[in-house]
């Protein structure tokens, strides 16, 4: 954990720079807030008009400040800010907590002032959490350096829980702490980052990885500014075993700058985030509740061993929906192998063993649900257990509540969704006191264990550090020929990938003369460095079967590029093997926050519509390749294909592989792109491809 939020959660001493007599002013707020929570720190006020407010000393300037104090807390406008972090940064104070608004947030000139602000505390060492930033609340440290209305509540019930919250929205952290205390719990530590004009999210992310009381981390998270900084802390939080948990806000389309590639725009800024935080084992929410929720059935569930699911219920119903759930989360529902059938057999009402577990009805019979579940939890065959309890007669709920309490702390992970309404309240009450993995709402349950079967899968892949990358280890030959299609091919054939055979023709007899050397059926289209999308301009013709079909397409190629693109440098045609089948995207692009990543989707021309698509940082190793493939929604139309011979998914893993590799060895080249790659019974074929520069970078060309 950084000095600075060390500082942060538990500072020896504060000082409220603002700090006044009206109890509405932040200043005054956090004073109270302290006090509530019982800080036991040195509290100091620092006012121009007063000496003294509710018994502590006020100084008129962080200068006349007795000591130097662990964090200075700026409860004045954004204009008093300066001078407040120069004094501060002069004291040698570590951190500094921002509450005021209008910088970044407000346009070019607010900009422009947090720059200042950072200049400022860089100048002297100072650390910054803000602008508008909500503050710090540390309930076991008996901290509050924030002014939310969440803390207007008894102090009893402001208690320390097991998730540790980050939140780029001060109002949305706000809720999760009172929806923690209606729920009878509370959070670790909250840290609201605000503008992050200096401390960030990953910085908290990093030092909640380091809090004992924090056993899962939620992120309120809005953009990832520091994309490798947010990779490490994550990387480092699963690694002492603590889950992350994120709602991302604003991961809509609209608005946002789409690059003109398949790959870039594939690659929208919401696609990559999803994409890297499902590549790192972060579990991703939809809603502040369903965070909370699954954050918090998350820190008190073991990983489980593997990915098999089991689940026990006695509502029809229930088991249809969470059949449903499953199969939308990804999640492993096996049936009960024999052996546990005969067991389970029994203690069903009606039907036979499945799973889910329907035992039907039990009010004759009520033990019969805590008896299917540990023959569950005690059987070879899951990696997990949810048992859910649909409504039954009150008279029921603490036996049923001892007996799942006692099941808890075994080999198996078990979770609970408590679905009893308002008769269960009790229940569910006890549940929690007894710090079990509860939960009242389905998709959280099957979330929560989609997310810890993730982090099971990556814990066991152990993936074997990815190679590093040396810098041009592959070269590339240069020249100051334009890039086209063919020269981009002919790069990924120099650097071994399976290119389909073909040339570029400048006259239709060379046309003909190209499709004889390099075999019927053929594809046409037309070699040009302006034109990345051919077939919009209509400069794509496909399984054409003899010359004179290749001489006319040469010709129509020709007129319906010069008519629907003018202007347009038209190199000649590109005459090659016509190679349909199943179609794949896989390209690399380099992030503005994340760096290099690696794509991969379902379709040709249609890959921008399907919108099947996986990401993850590049370079992967093979097993990250076979994984990142794995994400696929379509991955079953690479494994259970039809053709034959079927679709080689080792290959297709390795050569995604080899292009991540190839793309971060060469810092020059900004997007590579292999769409489509087919499958057409005899191995994997690059059909088309595309490259771009970050300088004039144009190797490749013949």
């Known amino acids: 954990m950084t000095d600075a939020f060390r500082a942060l959660l538990s500072p020896d001493s504060v000082a409220i720079v603002g700090l006044s007599a009206d109890a509405d002013k932040h200043g005054a707020r956090v004073l109270r807030n302290l006090r509530l929570l019982g800080y036991g720190g040195k509290v100091w006020g620092v006012n121009r008009n007063a000496t003294s407010v509710d018994g502590v000393t006020v100084v008129p300037s962080v200068a006349a400040l007795p000591e130097t104090p662990d964090v200075v807390v700026c409860a004045v406008p954004a204009a008093g800010l300066p001078e407040v972090l120069e004094r501060a940064g002069e004291r040698g104070t570590t951190a500094a907590v921002v509450f005021s608004g209008g910088f970044a947030e407000a346009g070019e000139s607010g900009r422009r ?49 097991p998730v540790g919250l980050v939140t780029q929205s001060g109002g949305t952290g706000s809720y999760l702490v009172n929806l923690a205390a209606a729920q009878g719990g509370g ?140 199969a939308d989360e990804g999640v492993c529902l096996p ?92 229940g569910l009450s006890r549940l929690r006191d007894h710090a079990v993995p509860v939960t009242e709402e389905p998709r959280a349950a099957m979330r929560a264990l989609a997310g810890l079967v993730r982090l099971a899968e990556l814990r066991a892949a152990a993936e074997s550090a990815v190679p590093e990358v040396t810098e041009n280890a592959w070269p590339v030959a240069s020249d100051t020929s334009p890039r086209t299609e063919h020269g981009v091919k002919n790069l990924l054939r120099q650097w071994g990938f399976p290119v389909v055979d073909g040339a570029v023709a400048t006259t239709s007899a060379e046309a003909r003369a190209v499709a004889r050397s390099v075999g019927f059926p053929v594809a046409l289209k037309v070699s040009s460095p302006d034109v990345q999308h051919k077939s919009d301009v209509g400069g794509v013709r496909t399984d054409l079967h003899d010359e004179d079909d290749v001489e006319a397409a040469f010709d129509d190629v020709c007129r319906a590029v010069a008519q629907n693109a003018p202007g347009t440098r038209v190199d000649g045609a590109l005459v090659e093997q016509y190679r349909p089948g199943l179609e794949i995207i ?35 190793s093979p097993a990250g390749a076979h994984r990142l493939l794995s994400r696929l929604r379509g991955a079953d139309v690479i494994r259970r294909s039809r053709r034959r011979p079927p679709p080689d998914a080792q290959a297709l893993a390795g050569i995604v592989h080899q292009l991540s590799q190839r793309f971060c060895a060469h810092s020059e080249i900004s997007e590579l792109e292999m769409n489509p790659l087919t499958w057409s019974g005899d191995g994997w074929h690059v059909v088309d491809a595309l490259m771009r520069s970050t300088e004039s970078f144009t190797g490749g060309e013949e």
């Open 335 to 426: 049936a009960p192998p024999p052996d546990l059938a005969r067991r389970v057999t029994p203690l069903l009402e009606h039907g036979s063993p499945t799973n889910p577990l329907d035992l039907g009805a039990i009010i004759g019979g009520p033990h019969r649900f805590a008896d299917a579940v540990r023959q569950f939890t005690t059987s070879d065959a899951y990696d997990a257990v949810l048992a859910v309890t649909s409504p039954h007669p009150p008279a029921h709920t603490a036996t049923r509540v001892d007996d799942l309490v006692a099941l808890h702390g075994g080999g198996t992970p078990l979770l609970q969704l408590w679905l009893a309404g308002d008769l269960g309240e009790e």
């Open 113 to 161: 002032a947090q720059d200042e602000l950072v200049r400022i505390a860089r100048a002297s060492g100072l650390r910054i959490l803000g602008p508008n930033s909500g503050g710090v609340i540390h309930p076991s440290g008996r901290l509050a350096l924030s002014f939310l209305t969440c803390l207007d509540r008894p102090p009893d019930t402001i208690r320390t829980g």
């Open 187 to 326: 959070l670790a530590a909250s840290i609201s980052t605000g503008n992050e004009a200096d401390l960030g999210l990953a910085g908290a992310v990093a030092a909640l990885a380091e809090q004992d009381s924090a056993r899962a981390i939620a992120v309120v998270l809005e953009a990832v500014r520091d994309g490798p900084a947010f990779l490490a802390a994550v990387r480092r939080a699963h690694a002492v075993g603590k889950p992350v948990v994120a709602l991302l806000l604003g991961t809509s389309d609209h608005g946002q700058r789409l690059m003109r590639s398949h790959t870039g725009a594939l690659a929208a800024p919401s696609r990559v985030l999803e994409g890297i935080c499902d590549s790192q084992g972060i579990t991703v929410t939809r809603t502040p509740a369903e965070l909370l929720d699954v954050a918090t059935l998350m820190a008190r569930a073991p990983v489980p061993r593997g990915r098999r699911i089991g689940v026990v219920t006695h509502s029809g119903g229930t088991a249809i929906l969470l059949s449903d759930l499953a």
């Open 586 to 620: 896989v390209g690399c692009v380099r992030d503005d926050v994340f760096g290099p990543i690696v794509l991969v989707g379902i379709g040709g021309l249609d890959a921008e519509l399907l919108r099947d698509v996986a990401v993850a940082p590049a370079p992967l």
